[in-house]
């Protein structure tokens, strides 16, 4: 038995029953890894304890939702207080406006907003928006690019990027789907030709496939060429809204979308959430004031707004309009990608690490990557190094591709333990 299994038996048992009733004994197959996952008991600030006592340092923090720490104290309060008072009222209320407010206060490009459940579902509005705007059916998106498990937009996100990434998708849909080379204007510019496009979506950090940012000109050079054929940008800000800057990435790159979509942070970091947004002109469409339901883009759902999930989000977006935290946790990312590199060319590994912001992810690739095809990288010591921080009580994602979330609730001293793990991990590393 190795050590992972010698640490973690409650989490295989609690596995092995789990088996029984889920489909890979998992919610979500991002969350398992070989032979079993871990099973969480409780989080707090940037740490996580698991069934059999083990104590992690946190830097998955939710999938990158958590951006205050594990169980924020001003967010959990606002939710208690709002279960008491209803959790789901099927009615208007007061926190759906504030956050639709709040949300336009600090995106530049929002001027009228949507919430929905799942960023998932926020992409998916937005894809239907932007069709029924410009009436037109053809999208595109970008290779590695993940934007939540909806059809039209399922394809290309894992290598081999040819092969279907679901069963299930019908060719009607995936041929609406065109695919494009992710930094690379040119590339772009010769795909686009002559597909009469409804919008283009894209994440200005492809994230959970490795934290590569978008360059400034490669953003501009897309805003220009969409205004040039009459063409919606939207920015899938479902990981670098509230996080890269208070108006997410947008405000970072100064390059403004025509539709934004939003999800995590958006929800308090704790309750599922998204949401869309973006120009009147646009986001009017959806105003049932002003047309007949058959001319309108539908957007709605039970839950969608439902007051626990916006007084939450409400919440966490007072504190971070304030601005103050975004020095914090920018400031650590950077020390982290400086640890890092430092690290690699001290031990003359082919590794590069990636990110802006607060957001990094480690590759093990000759060349620093600039897109899915250049992160494509050794496999297994990305792997070997992911069970090297688990065993060491680090947890990050995933086996394949290590990346990284940190928190407000992080401190330098937490960058400092991670950068000493991998030094201690690439000292095992043969050259
Ligand atoms: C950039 C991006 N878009 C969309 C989604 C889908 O969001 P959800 O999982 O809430 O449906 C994710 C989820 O990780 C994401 O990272």
């Known amino acids: 038995m190795d050590l992972y299994e010698l640490r973690t038996q409650k989490s295989r048992i609690l596995h092995s029953e789990a088996r029984k009733f889920l489909p890979g004994g998992v919610t979500y197959a991002i969350k398992y890894w070989e032979p079993y996952p871990i099973y969480v008991s409780r989080a707090k600030g940037s740490r996580i ?43 208007c209320h007061e926190w759906e406006i504030k956050l639709a407010e709040i949300v ?64 299930g998708l019908t060719d009607c849909v995936m041929n609406d789907t065109i695919v494009l080379p992710f930094n690379d204007l040119d590339g772009v510019r010769q795909k686009v030709k002559g597909k009469d496009l409804a919008c283009i979506i894209l994440e ?16 501009k050079g897309l805003r220009e060429l969409c205004d040039e054929l009459d063409i919606l940008l939207i920015f899938d800000e479902v990981i670098t809204g509230f996080r890269l800057a208070r108006g997410g990435a947008q405000e970072y790159y100064g ?20 949401g869309f947004g973006g120009r009147e002109d646009i986001m009017e469409l959806l105003d049932q004031t002003k047309r007949k339901h058959y001319e309108m883009s539908f957007h709605g759902g039970t839950y969608a707004g439902n007051p626990l999930t916006a007084r939450a989000g409400y919440t966490l977006l007072s504190e971070l309009i304030k601005g103050d935290v975004y020095p914090k946790i920018n400031a650590l990312g950077e020390k982290a990608r400086k640890g890092l590199e430092d690290i690699f060319s001290r031990h003359k590994v082919n590794a590069h690490v990636t990110g802006v912001g607060s957001l990094f992810a480690v590759h093990f690739t000759k060349e620093k990557p600039r897109d899915i095809r250049g992160a494509i990288g050794d496999t297994q010591l990305a792997k070997d190094c992911f069970y090297f921080m688990l065993n060491n009580n680090i947890l990050c994602m995933k086996p394949s591709k290590q990346v990284f979330a940190p928190s407000a609730a992080h401190s330098e001293e937490d960058i400092e333990l991670l950068l000493s793990v991998m030094e201690e991990f690439l000292k095992r590393v043969p050259t």
């Open 204 to 219: 200005p950090v492809m994230g959970s496939n490795g934290m590569i940012p978008a360059d400034r000109e490669f953003l």
């Open 255 to 274: 390059v403004l979308p025509d539709i934004t979509t939003f999800g995590k942070i958006l929800g308090g970091g704790i309750f599922p959430a998204g």
């Open 104 to 167: 336009t206060k600090m995106v530049p490009s929002v001027r009228l907003f949507r919430a929905t459940n799942s960023g998932t579902e926020a992409n998916m509005y937005a894809i239907r928006l932007a069709r029924a705007y410009t009436g037109k059916n053809k999208i595109a998106k970008f290779e590695g690019h993940w934007h939540g498990g909806y059809d039209a937009l399922h394809k290309a996100v894992n290598p081999p990027l040819d092969k279907p990434a679901s069963l």
């Open 49 to 91: 304890w698991d069934v059999d006592g083990n104590e992690y340092l946190d830097f998955w923090m939710g999938h990158g939702a958590i951006i205050m720490g594990h169980a924020y104290e001003p967010v959990i309060r606002a939710a208690k207080e709002q279960l008491e008072l209803g959790a789901h009222l099927g009615f």
